[in-house]
Structure formats: structure tokens, C-alpha cells
């Protein structure tokens, strides 16, 4: 069965690519392009190929889209700083015949026609890469060079290489408009930012610039006075003065013209308008103090007629209804229509939803959601690296809107060289109230850890509720487990259950307010898990198990980052026998995301022979240095710290190990790929003197 099992995983993995050699058997045409490097080519073709949406290429490639995909590229490469490439299209007519084009910067004649291409191969030849050589300001007082020249190029890179300071002429007015909207976030509104001098050096790619800034003074707001219009009434019906020390901005004044509609959009006046004019200007020593006129025409009272739904034809119209939530003959709010058309798109079954109002009369308007429902099943392969595991590989298949009803169903089956896993996941949206979802789940896993092989499948079923003010995500489960712990040790059964049944109430909670998921680079996380098992839910199996972790990112300067990691388990028998306690349930910490001088599951506590038998308490404290190298690679120095305890009486920790080392990291579209080496301070009778990792994923 097992066998099985796993050729039916790695059938799955390689189904598509026989499905893709099965196709390129057809006689299509063919396209290849060379010079801009392994992945760059491959790049620039899949950019080519969407000018030709079908799902197979062409039986020929005719002059329109040879021309337009040589503008393509030229495009592509003058965003990569060559700003005076040469391309050559070397082409296979349909009579075997072959002809070459030539690009240059200044373009060339249209080709031929009719043209009728069996092959098309475009060679590159970019020329020199345009660089940043020289970039100087002139008339900087409120900001560092450091800063001014961030806007720019790439600065927080240890190696100065060419292609962190990239020239184009686009790249110049974006640095130059990004230097003078920071300035004026800063309270400078009447800045001034021009180029003084630009040099380009044809022979090399180099380029000399420099910028002359003026920041004038900065501008505070002292005092707002609102006068509220109500209707199209031209009288004053409110009237109040609120004194402020906001630094006054563009952005500044368009933030405070939204809050102010955002109020009134509340009260049913979709039409509302915000006037502001400055009244008076005061001179202090400090920069200019500004006292404003801000007026606020509220329009018409507007009440919602009805609510209509365009585009939709597999989703059931009471789905759409009951997602957006809205009232009919109440006033009209604005940004409740907002809210249902973002709860609309979260739904994760339409590739767009759009919203207009259609007029019925001054004083009543329907409201228009227009959807384009997108793709009901999609199948994806997976893929990925560890050190213990070494390599994953399998397949996901996933079905959106069952039924009708926006239902979601997710199959996921993986396989390594120590684990198969299988796990499905069924979800209804709003299905207990307001964005409180219902999931169904089942799942089996067999891997095989340091020092037993872990068996475990069931089933169970949940609520979550996600936070958006927050960035929260909680839910709360029944689950039936099965638990065997196969393969261990004599001796190892004292330490617990090696083969149980679980009845467990799960809460979890995961709070999220990093700049982003796969590179980190300012924020925090936070992860708790509480499980209760108990012979009243089900099974045989008594224990309460609790886990927290959180992570920290602090950006020391342009380019370097310290990353703190600090997690806590705790598993006990209350109320019940030590023995009562699955063996599998226990914390077996080590590896690539945990303490880096061990593999995975080799840092837990050992018995008197030697065994790996788990801790049921555990501190763990990661911190990193990260250093950039240049814009895709960085260099990590770290250091591990782990505390343990095999039993609870010993809590936290009766034992510590240490582990330091460092590492790379290659920045790619999938989050970064690691190697890291930890070395251990003090290993124990049998513990290696240290680990080499290779991983993908940010490690805590």
C-alpha cells in the first residue's frame, strides 16, 4: 500500500511534463532566443509568448509578431539598463529558406510581407550596461547623501557591482519625483528638484549626474476652520476651528479630504466634496505656520434602491447577496459598498468585481457589482528543499466556487525522501455569521523523524474568522487523530503513548504585521497553538499542549537587518498519567528552522542509551545578521539557542545547547534559498560538531 502510495505521488509530479513532451511534438512553429543570459532567455520567451494567447503556438510566426516581439525585447532590455542594443532575428521561412533582420536603437524598415516563419531565433547583443558612475547633490539639508542617493540606485549592497546602479532615463525622473515627494511628505511643499548635469559615456555605460535640490521652507497647519454645506444649500449650517501641529503635504491634504468625506459617505452623501484653501500664512522661525479654510458640500441625501449583480454565471445570486450585505431603501453608504465589493473579491473565486452606480433619481441610486467569474480547478505541482527531507515534490488540486455557493476544496499530496503526507481541505464561506468561515478537514502523514517514524491521519472540522483591522487570523477545530509512533527504541514507550487515539479541541492564532511574507524586512509575527486532548472527546489520550512563537525584523540601516526569533512548547499530562502523554506529541526541535547546528529532531533530549525521546518543554531564541551583498544575495551571521526539558517537573529547561554560524541567501520569486552552516558550543556525547543546511523559506 505504501508503494502504492508513492508512485501514485511522483505519477502526479511528472504528469505534466509528459504532458508537455507529448506537445511538443506537434509541428508548431518555434521560437528561441539567446544572449541575455540561462534565465533571462527564458524570461524574455515567456514574455514574447503572450503576444500569441493561445494555448499552443502558432503554425507560423508572420512580420507583425516578429516586429512586435522584437519591441518587446528592446523594451525588456533598455529596463535592464542596455540602452543601445542590437538584435538579430535569424529566420526559417516555410520553403526552408533562411533571412536575418537587424535592430539597432534607431529601429529598422518594416519586414517583408507576406512572411510565414517556421523558426524564429533571436540573438541579443546587448552592449554596455548604463550605470550610475557619479551621483551628486547639491543643496541637501534635511537629508542624508545616503538617503537622496536610495532613490536612485541600490545603497545598502556591500558590493559595489554595476547592476545595483542602473541608469535609464526612466529610472532618473522616478528618482528625481521620489526625492521630491519625499521632501514634501516632510513638511517642504515648495521644493525644488531638478538635474543640474547629466554625462553619458557611449564608450563604457558610464553616467555622471547631478541633482540640485532646494527644500524651502517647511509648512505646519496651526488651525483648521470647517464650515459645513449641507444639500446645495449655499448656507453655513456648521461651523467649528480645530487647532492641529500636522506638517502639512500633498499627501497630507488628501489623507484629510478623504476622512472628511469618508464621515458624511457614512451619513447616505455619496457626492460629497471637500474645498480646502489656505487663509493665512504666518512666518516663525521654525518654517511657516498656515491656518486653513476647508468647506464640505455634502450633496444630496441618497438612499439605495436596489442592489443588482452583473457577469455572474455559475454563482448562485443569494452567494452574492449574502456576501455583500447590503440594505436596500437605507441610505446610501458609501463605503459599505466598498467593503462588499472587497469581501466580493475575497472570495477567491472571480478575476475581477467592478462597481458602478446607475442613477434612478436625485435622491435614489442602484448599486452595480460587475464580476468575471475566473477558473473553477486548478492543478499545480509543488516543489521544495530541506535539508533533512532533502527534496519535495507533488501536487495540489484545487476546485473554487462548488456548486455555485463559493465553496473552496483543496487536495495536497507530497512526497520526499522521508515523508508522504495527503491532506484535504473543504471551506464555506460566512457559513456562522460575518466572515466567520466553516472548514472541513482530513489528512495522513508518514515521515520518518530521527529516531522513530511518525504515523498519524484523521479528520476534523472548524470555524475561522479572519481580522483585517488587525492582520489576524483565528480559528478553533474538533479533530480526531490516530497517533503511532512506530519503529522506536526498547525503552522509548516510558516516554508516552507510541500508539494512541486523540480527541483534540485545537485553537490557533496567527497575527501578521511584517512588510512582507517571503522577505521580511520590517514587522513582527505572531503564532500561538493550544491543543486539548481528552478521553471525553474521543480516544485515549490525555494531555494539553500550548506553543508560541513570534518573530522580529529590525532594519539597522540601508541593507542590513537583524532578525530576532523567539518560540516556547510546553506538553503535559494534567490530570492524567505520564504515560497517558502520545510519544509523538512530544517536541523534537533541531534543523534548518530551529537550531541550526543539529538536523531536524537531534537537539531533543536522549534517555540513558542514547535515544532521542522529545522534550515536553522547550525555549527556543534565534538572532541574525543580515547583510546584503548585492540585490538578490546577502551574507547571514546567526547564533541558536535552545533549551529543553525532558520532563515537565524540570520546566522550562533542565539542559542547553548553543549553536553559531553563517550563511548565504539567494533572493529568488519563491522566497529565499538558503545554505547555512551552524557549528554547536557545547555538543553532547554523539552530537555532531555541526550541520550543513541547504533550505528554502525564511527561517522563523
Known amino acids: 500500500m505504501k508503494r502504492n502510495f508513492h508512485f501514485a505521488c511522483w505519477l502526479l509530479v511528472l504528469l505534466p511534463a509528459v504532458c508537455q513532451a507529448a506537445a511538443a511534438q506537434t509541428n508548431y512553429a518555434r521560437l528561441k532566443i539567446s544572449g541575455n543570459g540561462f534565465f533571462g532567455d527564458r524570461q524574455l520567451k515567456r514574455t514574447v509568448a503572450t503576444l500569441h494567447p493561445e494555448k499552443h503556438p502558432p503554425l507560423h510566426y508572420d512580420a507583425n509578431f516578429i516586429e512586435d516581439a522584437a519591441l518587446l525585447i528592446f523594451s525588456d532590455l533598455r529596463r535592464s539598463g542596455y540602452l543601445k542594443p542590437r538584435l538579430v532575428a535569424q529566420v526559417t521561412l516555410d520553403d526552408g529558406s533562411i533571412r536575418k533582420f537587424e535592430w539597432a536603437e534607431s529601429g529598422r524598415e518594416p519586414l517583408p510581407r507576406p512572411l510565414h516563419a517556421r523558426k524564429v531565433w533571436f540573438r541579443i547583443f546587448k552592449g554596455h550596461l548604463y550605470h550610475f558612475q557619479s551621483l551628486e547633490f547639491e543643496g541637501l539639508q534635511h537629508l ?3 538617503q537622496a ?3 536612485f540606485i541600490e545603497t545598502g549592497t556591500l558590493l559595489p557591482l554595476r547592476q545595483n546602479r542602473l541608469y535609464t532615463p ?3 525622473q522616478q528618482g528625481l519625483g521620489s526625492l521630491k515627494e519625499t521632501l514634501e511628505r516632510r513638511g517642504y511643499a515648495s521644493n525644488k528638484v531638478e538635474l543640474l548635469e547629466r554625462r553619458q559615456d557611449d564608450g563604457n555605460g558610464k553616467v555622471f549626474v547631478r541633482v540640485g535640490v532646494e527644500e524651502g521652507p517647511s509648512f505646519f497647519v496651526r488651525s483648521i476652520h470647517e464650515e459645513i454645506y449641507r444639500e446645495s444649500t449655499n448656507q453655513v449650517e456648521k461651523s467649528l476651528i480645530v487647532s492641529t501641529n500636522a506638517i502639512f503635504s500633498p499627501l497630507w491634504v488628501q489623507d484629510f479630504k478623504q476622512a472628511l468625506k469618508t464621515v458624511y459617505f457614512h451619513q447616505g452623501y455619496p457626492d460629497c466634496s471637500v474645498d480646502l484653501a489656505i487663509t493665512n500664512t504666518i512666518e516663525q522661525s521654525t518654517g511657516r505656520e498656515l491656518h486653513l479654510l476647508v468647506k464640505v458640500f455634502t450633496g444630496p441625501l441618497v438612499a439605495l434602491n436596489n442592489v443588482k449583480f452583473e457577469g455572474y ?28 465589493r472587497y469581501r466580493l473579491a475575497r472570495l477567491g473565486i472571480f478575476d475581477s468585481v467592478e462597481l458602478r452606480y446607475d442613477l434612478i433619481n436625485e435622491h435614489e441610486r442602484d448599486v452595480v457589482y460587475t464580476v468575471k ?18 527534496l519535495r515534490g507533488g501536487v495540489e488540486l484545487e476546485q473554487f466556487n462548488m456548486f455555485g455557493l463559493a465553496h473552496h476544496s483543496r487536495l495536497r499530496l507530497i512526497q520526499s525522501f522521508k515523508s508522504s503526507s495527503a491532506d484535504y481541505n473543504y471551506s464555506v464561506p460566512d457559513f456562522f455569521g460575518n466572515d466567520i468561515d466553516l472548514f472541513l478537514i482530513a489528512s495522513g502523514l508518514r515521515r520518518q523523524e530521527v529516531s522513530f517514524v511518525r504515523e498519524e491521519y484523521g479528520g476534523g472540522l472548524g470555524a475561522r474568522k479572519y481580522f483585517k483591522a488587525t492582520s489576524s487570523d483565528v480559528n478553533v477545530r474538533y479533530q480526531y487523530q490516530v497517533l503511532n509512533a512506530a519503529d522506536t527504541a526498547p525503552g522509548v514507550a516510558v516516554a508516552g503513548l507510541t500508539n494512541a487515539s486523540a480527541g483534540t479541541i485545537i485553537a490557533e492564532l ?18 500561538t497553538h493550544f491543543e486539548l486532548g481528552s478521553s471525553y472527546l474521543g480516544g485515549d489520550a490525555n494531555y494539553q499542549r ?7 525584523v529590525l532594519p539597522l540601516y540601508h541593507g542590513a537587518w537583524m532578525n530576532f526569533g523567539l518560540s516556547h512548547g510546553l506538553v503535559v499530562p494534567l ?18 528552522n530551529s537550531i541550526r547546528g543539529y538536523q531536524e529532531g537531534e537537539a531533543s533530549p536522549r534517555d540513558a542509551t542514547g535515544q532521542f525521546v522529545g522534550a515536553e518543554s522547550y525555549v527556543l531564541g534565534n538572532v541574525e545578521f543580515e547583510q546584503a551583498l548585492t540585490r538578490s544575495i546577502s551574507v547571514v551571521l546567526f547564533s541558536d539557542s535552545l533549551g529543553t526539558a525532558r520532563d515537565i517537573s524540570n520546566y522550562p529547561f533542565d539542559q542547553g545547547l548553543f549553536s553559531v554560524g553563517g550563511g548565504l541567501r539567494w533572493r529568488t520569486l519563491v522566497g529565499p534559498i538558503r545554505l547555512e552552516y551552524g557549528y554547536n558550543l557545547n555538543p553532547r556525547p554523539g552530537d555532531p560538531t555541526g550541520t550543513l543546511h541547504f533550505s528554502m523559506g525564511f527561517p522563523f
Open 575 to 592: 490530570g492524567a498519567r505520564e504515560q497517558d502523554l502520545p510519544f509523538d506529541r512530544r517536541f523534537f526541535p533541531g534543523g534548518d
Open 149 to 151: 542617493r536610495s532613490f
Open 313 to 340: 454565471k455559475k454563482t448562485k445570486l443569494s452567494t452574492l447577496q449574502h456576501r455583500v450585505r447590503l440594505e436596500e431603501s437605507n441610505r446610501l453608504d458609501r463605503v459599505r459598498v466598498e467593503e462588499g
Open 510 to 527: 496567527r497575527h501578521d504585521r511584517r512588510d512582507n511574507p517571503l522577505y521580511p524586512r520590517r514587522g513582527y509575527k505572531v503564532f
Open 373 to 390: 467569474e475566473g477558473k473553477r480547478l486548478d492543478l499545480s505541482v509543488l516543489a521544495g528543499w530541506g535539508s533533512y527531507e532533502m
Open 170 to 172: 526612466e529610472r532618473l
Open 546 to 552: 500550548f506553543e508560541v512563537a513570534t518573530s522580529w
Open 144 to 146: 542624508t547623501r545616503d
